[in-house]
């Protein structure tokens, strides 16, 4: 089943949460089906946000996150600016099955800075679970913050 938030805010069952006032934003995933006999689905997340800056601004981005210890190719993320990619991160893998998660593995790794020019650019989030195995307690954290370019 496909479920849609426009306001994270006003869904109770919401995966993302925002923080810091709108410049932190959290993706919660599902537990899954067979560690912990919850969510038998790969699960699909995207964010977009619309950041107006008045004047050249850098913009940093910082990230973190928990993914599986089993296989890396999952709990999988990219972030980008105007459709360029800024960073991405999988799970780190380890073939431990159901132990517990371990940190995601970022390249390049957070933070990162992006030079706005004055006017509208465009955050995107694309993340995936990749599967419905060996995630539990799963999620990935972003914030930013941002100072007037020299």
């Known amino acids: 089943m496909l479920r849609a938030y426009d306001d994270p805010a006003s869904v109770t069952a919401s995966p993302w949460t925002t923080l810091n006032g709108g410049l932190g934003l959290r993706l919660d995933w599902e537990d ?9 689905n790969t699960q699909v997340a995207t964010a977009t946000a619309i950041i107006t800056v008045p004047v050249d601004t850098i913009m940093t981005i ?27 991160a999988h799970a780190p893998g380890g073939n431990q099955g159901c132990a ?51």
Do not use: R
């Open 62 to 88: 910082d990230w973190s996150g928990l993914g599986e210890t089993e296989l890396p190719g999952f709990e999988l993320m990219n972030l980008s600016v105007n459709a360029v990619l800024v960073g991405s």
């Open 100 to 150: 517990p998660m371990g940190p995601v593995v970022s390249s390049p790794p957070p933070p990162q800075q992006v030079t706005l020019t004055a006017g509208a650019h465009t955050l995107t989030i694309d993340a995936t679970t990749n599967d419905e195995l060996f995630h539990f307690g799963v999620f990935y954290q972003f914030d930013l913050s941002f100072v007037e370019a020299p």
């Open 32 to 40: 899954d089906t067979n560690c912990q006999n919850h969510n038998p």
